[in-house]
């Protein structure tokens, strides 16, 4: 595809008026890129720039962009058939995707509800959990606990277990009430600090008969706060659900699938005396169909299915239209296989160390207040942050896609991004480091993962 400059500015010009982009206004907003393709690391865009995608097209393009093994695969099953109703039928793609996530995923969690974003994931968890509950004879229990800072999705079920005082507080009329506990904040790389886990056991211990569950972001808060706490954490967590007959949904959509080092973050809780804690209910997204095609799953242990399958309303009350899609299923598979088949947990290290090695010295930027390094996870955190114009020229300017939001600026790439394209990634981030901090702006896009 070619465009001439005067087609090129109509089409941006048509974009401006008639599309809502996520997180921004509709009209007047910052300059957009049009992009036309992209493969492996890179988008290159209509007016040819070529830009290595440093957020992994949030966060989920793990093999790089139109990984041939996935492009083929959903050509292959677009041939046989697109899509049929999930209800009343079944089908190969749905079947085959099914089998090597039992086998990925952790031990135990193989009751799979396919969903068709991480948002619906969630509030599939959350009903779960609540049917659960029901299942087994206690409707009370219907509330969940969440933790400040964190952020399942914009959905209304899903924003109301996010952060309550993050990017969704407009929507508050809509949103059910659940319970918050404090932010985890022992670092994960710090001594585990036991009194961190204080306000879980006091909202716990004072809502306990109404609490279903506890959701969280295992080890990594991505979308309110780039934060990185201490595995010790869902130690402890795993014990007082268990104490108290709380299911424990962990939310591995951003963390699953090699972003943080292991398989999953909740890997990280395994020690020399104790394998890794498992939650009752776990949300995957992103990165499972590789970033190609939108698929998640809400994947539940044998315990919460067999007791919703045993209680009087034994079916799960959910099912959206184009559940277990067979394009999705097929580009599931051909992702999956691409997991098993390369070693991304060596890969991650070989990231990490990289990113380590690159940001660890902008702590002694003016205008720095952290920096945070686990697995694929890069965050420089500013005191202030730069203005939105800046941060274009820097994008332009280094051929590096960055989309910082508040005061973080982070790189989550593709996983298999090269040393080389690691160091260009720091040295954008460290530009927009460097840059002068803006005012603040009332009303501009200041809220978008
Ligand atoms: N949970 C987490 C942890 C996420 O990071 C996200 C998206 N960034 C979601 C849920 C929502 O996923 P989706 O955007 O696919 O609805």
């Known amino acids: 595809m070619n465009f001439s400059s005067e087609s090129f500015s109509k089409k941006i010009a048509f974009d401006s008026e008639h599309l809502w982009h996520p997180y921004a206004a509709l009209k007047n907003t910052p300059a957009r890129f049009l992009a036309k393709s992209a493969h492996g690391t890179t988008i290159e ?14 966060w989920c393009m793990a093999h790089g962009h ?32 099914g089998e090597r996530l039992v086998e990925f995923l952790p031990e135990g969690l193989n009751k799979i509800f396919f969903a068709d974003s991480g948002s619906i994931a969630v509030e599939c968890a959350a009903k779960m959990a609540v049917q659960y509950q029901h299942s087994l004879g206690r409707p009370e229990r219907c509330k969940l606990v969440a933790l400040k800072g964190g952020y399942h999705g914009d959905t209304a079920g899903a924003m109301a277990l996010s952060d309550p005082d993050g990017m969704h507080v407009l929507f508050r009329g809509i949103m059910p009430q659940h319970y918050f506990a404090e932010r985890p ?12 886990f204080t306000s879980m056991e006091r909202v716990v211990e004072e809502h306990e008969n109404e609490i279903a569950a506890v959701i969280c972001e295992p080890v990594f808060q991505g979308g309110n706060g780039m934060w990185l706490y201490n595995a010790g954490y869902l130690k402890r967590l795993r014990k007082l659900c268990d104490e108290k007959g709380i299911l424990l949904i962990l939310d591995e959509i951003a963390s699953g699938f090699f ?48 007791t919703i399958t045993n209680s009087k309303i034994p079916a799960f009350m959910h099912g959206p239209t184009y559940m277990a899609n067979p394009l999705a299923c097929a580009a599931g598979i051909a992702s999956l296989d691409l997991f098993k088949s ?6 991650v290290k070989r990231i990490e160390s990289r990113l380590r090695a690159n940001l660890e010295p902008l702590r002694s930027l003016e205008n720095a ?23 274009l020229k820097v994008i332009k300017d280094t051929g590096v896609w960055l989309r910082p939001f508040c005061n973080y600026v982070y790189t989550m790439p593709p996983l298999i991004t090269t040393d ?30």
């Open 45 to 58: 865009t209509a007016d040819g720039l070529k830009l290595i995608d440093a957020v992994s097209s949030w």
């Open 66 to 97: 139109n990984a041939p093994e996935i492009v083929e695969a959903i050509q292959k099953q677009s041939e046989k058939m697109c899509h049929v109703m999930f209800g009343g039928f079944t089908h190969e793609p749905a079947i085959e995707l």
């Open 259 to 306: 972003r943080t080092g292991p398989r999953f973050a909740m890997m990280h809780t395994a020690d020399a005396n104790a394998d890794y804690i498992k939650p009752d209910i776990m949300c995957i997204g992103k990165a499972l169909t590789g970033g190609s095609i939108t698929m998640a799953a809400c994947v539940a242990s044998d315990k919460v299915a067999e």
């Open 185 to 196: 904040n022992c670092r994960f790389d710090c001594p585990w600090d036991d009194s961190d």
């Open 342 to 347: 390369r070693n991304y947990a060596e890969n």
């Open 420 to 449: 080389a394209e690691i160091d260009r990634i720091c040295e954008a981030i460290k530009r927009i480091g460097e840059c002068e901090p803006a005012p603040v702006v009332e009303g501009e896009d200041e809220f978008h993962e």
């Open 369 to 391: 207040a952290d920096v945070r390094v686990l697995g694929a996870i890069g965050v420089l955190e500013l005191k202030a942050k730069p203005s939105a114009d800046d941060i």
